[in-house]
């Protein structure tokens, strides 16, 4: 139930710091509306975990790429390389965006506005997504591991 709707949650705060470990069940079908992701080549993402989400809300027909020191798993789906002079979308939690553009900038020609995309959970909007449109991969992303 409280995967579902968050009533625990609303009935008794967290405290200060912690955080709900339900929230991590989340539906990101959510993403499939923005516009950015629609009109991108592949999708990145900066955790892998976060990537597997990503991955289950846009099927196979969405190449998703983790850009981390521990993609998994997930590395080894597409060759990067296949797709620079290409477009992207980046997934990132709305508080991370500027890092994550920051990380990504020596990737990606430039990048437009972030678009904010939310995770509702019983009609409460519960995780901020950032959608950051990424014009032009330059380079294939490095893998940490061996090929």
């Known amino acids: 139930g409280q995967a579902m709707t968050g009533f625990a949650t609303r009935l008794i705060p967290l405290g200060s710091g912690a955080?709900?470990?339900?929230?991590?069940t989340?539906?990101?079908?959510?993403?499939?509306?923005?516009?950015?992701v629609r009109s991108a080549a592949f999708v990145v993402a900066t955790k892998w975990m976060d990537g597997g989400k990503i991955g289950l809300a846009l099927g196979p027909d969405k190449p998703v790429f983790v850009f981390s020191d521990d993609p998994r798993g997930i590395a080894f789906l597409s060759d990067s390389a296949?797709?620079?002079?290409?477009?992207?979308?980046?997934?990132?939690?709305?508080?991370?965006?500027?890092a994550a553009e920051a990380r990504l900038a020596p990737y990606f020609a430039g990048f437009d506005?972030?678009?904010?995309?939310?995770?509702?959970?019983?009609?409460?909007?519960e995780i901020a997504l950032a959608v950051i449109p990424a014009r032009g991969l330059t380079r294939a992303f490095r893998l940490p591991y061996r090929r």
């Open 19 to 24: 955080v709900d470990p339900t929230l991590e």
């Open 26 to 36: 989340l539906d990101w079908g959510a993403l499939r509306d923005a516009p950015a």
């Open 82 to 98: 296949d797709f620079v002079g290409r477009d992207a979308a980046i997934v990132v939690a709305w508080d991370r965006r500027e």
């Open 113 to 125: 506005a972030p678009q904010q995309v939310m995770l509702r959970r019983g009609g409460r909007d």
